[in-house]
């Protein structure tokens, strides 16, 4: 069954640091979405992401904040200077052709910030 | 703001038993609502959907009731196994349009 694969599964940081987590999502799909989770807590909207644009974002994704989909497989959040509240997991998901449906989630990465 | 939530943060049922996990929500809108099951460091599951042309749906062993009268949902669980211990969010949006907006999340530990 094809998935969204997300890549480091857990990566630790340096306040202040840049960081970049990679997610490779379902071939055929159109619609691509980063969501964030502090441990115990929802998942969070971040950015969605649509005809190599950004289509809607959230409070939380401010200017630190980016995505791109640089080679028609990847699609990436950077976060340029990472704070203690960054701490997180972070996924990644994707929609087939329409945005509604089963929105497809990948496992997640594990961002922890010292 | 509109949102999503649930009414229970905890339930515990014995192994065999039936569960109900409720959500509710308060966007009026909301033509689209969703189960996912997380498990400990695993990313969301999709469980059950409906959507608000229907008040119930019914899937392997679970169902999905939608009360839009009173904006509630649902969800149930039949003959509740030990691998059905994760926590369950309701979700919700308007189809055509996202995101998807999650609520707080229903721990169900199952007791064997």
């Known amino acids: 069954e094809p998935e969204v694969t997300q890549t480091p599964s857990h990566q630790v940081t340096q306040m202040g640091q840049e960081v970049i987590l990679r997610c490779v999502p379902i071939?055929?799909?159109?619609?691509f979405y980063w969501y964030r989770q502090i441990l115990g807590q929802k998942v969070e909207f971040l950015v969605s992401?649509?005809?190599?644009?950004?289509?809607?974002k959230s409070e939380i994704f401010d200017d630190q904040f980016s995505v791109e989909r640089p080679d028609g497989s990847n699609f990436t959040l950077k976060i340029r200077s990472t704070k203690l509240e960054d701490s997180a997991m972070y996924f990644c998901?994707?929609?087939?052709?329409?945005?509604?449906?089963?929105?497809?989630f990948g496992e997640g990465s594990r961002l922890t910030v010292l | 703001g509109e949102s999503v939530g649930l009414h229970l943060p905890t339930l515990s049922v014995q192994e065999g038993d039936n569960s109900i996990i409720n959500c509710a929500y308060s966007?009026?809108?909301?033509?689209?609502f969703i189960w996912y099951k997380q498990e400990s460091g695993k990313g969301p599951q999709f469980i059950i959907d409906?959507?608000?042309?229907?008040d119930k749906r019914q899937g392997q062993r679970v169902t999905v009731l939608l009360n839009k009268t009173v904006k509630h949902l649902s969800l149930q669980i039949a003959a509740t196994q030990p691998g059905d211990s994760a926590v369950y969010f309701c979700?919700?949006?308007?189809?055509?349009?996202?995101?998807?907006?999650f609520g707080k999340g229903t721990r169900l530990s199952v007791i064997a």
């Open positions: 998901a994707s929609y087939p052709e329409t945005n509604t449906g089963e929105l497809f």
């Open positions: 071939s055929n799909h159109l619609y």
């Open positions: 992401f649509y005809n190599n644009e950004i289509s809607e």
């Open positions: 966007n009026s809108a909301s033509d689209y």
């Open positions: 409906i959507r608000s042309n229907m």
């Open positions: 979700a919700e949006n308007t189809i055509g349009n996202t995101p998807l907006v």
